[in-house]
């Protein structure tokens, strides 16, 4: 049976009703610049850092055929580019990983695109891969998020407090979870 890191490297594409999620890489360079645009998406992840093209282009040169995550390019029927999902810091003796989704677009949000991904991207984590966990941290300003995760099976596990601190104002990191017995 293949290690967690096999399976990694030989991400898969996914499909659902309204979605492929394909292997994030360089021929999303474009769509990826024009997210992180998003000011609201910066504000939703905390995100402070300024990316260069360069530095993007880097990442995603890297992401293909990585043995320690799977970034999934989340794609609409049309092929336009909607955002990503991530499975990243794995713990291989823990059999678990951090996951975590950020849409391209405010108009995107609100629509189940980020919950339908979210149900695929953890069925093919749990029930391929072989995780046994998948966490995550939400902040509270962000209860939409909050519960799309829930939907997909994650489940409040506790708080951290003042963990961000946002244009003057401290929020709390929302800390969810979800093994793989767990409803889905």
Do not use: C
Request: no cysteine.
């Amino acid at each position: 049976m293949p290690s967690i890191p096999e399976h990694l490297v030989a991400q898969p594409t996914l499909t659902t009703e309204r979605l492929t999620l394909t292997q994030l890489g360089p021929e999303h360079l474009d769509a990826t610049i024009a997210a992180l645009d998003d000011e609201d998406a910066m504000r939703l992840t905390g995100t402070r850092t300024a990316f260069t093209r360069e530095q993007v282009l880097a990442h995603l040169a890297g992401l293909p055929g990585a043995s320690d995550r799977a970034d999934f390019a989340v794609l609409d029927a049309s092929g336009a580019y909607l955002g990503e999902v991530v499975l990243n810091d794995l713990e291989e003796d823990d059999l678990a990983m951090n996951y975590r989704i950020a849409l391209a677009a405010p108009a995107l949000r609100g629509r189940g695109f980020g919950t339908e991904a979210g149900r695929a991207v953890v069925a093919w984590a749990f029930d391929v891969v072989g995780l046994h966990r998948i966490s995550l941290d939400v902040f509270a300003f962000n209860p939409g998020a909050q519960r799309s995760y829930e939907k997909i099976g994650f489940r409040v596990e506790g708080r951290a407090r003042d963990t961000l601190r946002w244009d003057g104002t401290w929020t709390d990191s929302v800390l969810m979870g979800m093994l793989a017995t767990d409803p889905r």
